[in-house]
Structures are given as structure tokens and as C-alpha cells.
């Protein structure tokens, strides 16, 4: 089993950055495709960005020059950096272990000011 725990979310001005970090627990990590999520209100949950075991990365259409995951497979952590931050980045993002049928964390909050 994989536990997920998400921080770094917040307020921040649009333009601004914010970097969100995933600390798992679990030793199959380094094996596992890992993924950012998020949900704004009234809308579905949707794939912003997700890097595989071997580190290949795909990002949303939305997201993409402005957001970069990475990952550090000896830290058992993920990490998205969020750049140029739109108000529609607005969201509870959470991270993802192994796919929408795998490990969720709780989420953390990111608000955008505009």
C-alpha cells in the first residue's frame, strides 16, 4: 500500500508560483507512475500532470510550459512546480500513485488571486 501526503498549496497572486510536494510512503515507489490531479468546484476531477517510473512526463494542454513535474525516486517524493499561475488554476490538487484506480492523498488547496 502507498500513502500519499500532499503540501504546498495556497494563496497566491495570478502570475505567481507555487511548488507542491508529494512525500510517499511505501517501497514500491520507484516503480510506480505518479501523478498531479486536480478539482476545481462544480467540475470533474482532471489529469494535470504525471511522470512514469523511467520519468517520461505528459502535462495537460493548460498546464503545459507553465507547470513541471519531477520526481526523486531516493526521497519517495513528487513535486509539481506551478509557474505563471492563472485564476483557473484554482483547485484541491492531489497526487496520485499508480493511476485514477491507484493511491489518492487528501489534497492540498491552491487559490489564485486575480
Known amino acids: 500500500q502507498v500513502q500519499l501526503v500532499e503540501s504546498g498549496g495556497g494563496l497566491v497572486l495570478a502570475g505567481g508560483s507555487l511548488l507542491l510536494s508529494c512525500q510517499a510512503s511505501?517501497?514500491?515507489?520507484?516503480?510506480?507512475?505518479m501523478g498531479w490531479y486536480r478539482q476545481a468546484p462544480g467540475k470533474q476531477r482532471e489529469l494535470v500532470a504525471a511522470i512514469a517510473s523511467g520519468g517520461a512526463t505528459n502535462y495537460a494542454d493548460s498546464v503545459k510550459g507553465r507547470f513541471r513535474i519531477s520526481r526523486d525516486n531516493a526521497k519517495n517524493a513528487v513535486y509539481l512546480q506551478m509557474n505563471s499561475l492563472k485564476h483557473e488554476d484554482t483547485a484541491i490538487y492531489y497526487c496520485?500513485?499508480?493511476?485514477?484506480?491507484?493511491?489518492w492523498g487528501k489534497g492540498t488547496l491552491v487559490t489564485v488571486s486575480s
Open positions: 511505501g517501497s514500491i515507489f520507484s516503480s510506480v507512475g
Open positions: 496520485n500513485a499508480g493511476g485514477r484506480a491507484g493511491f
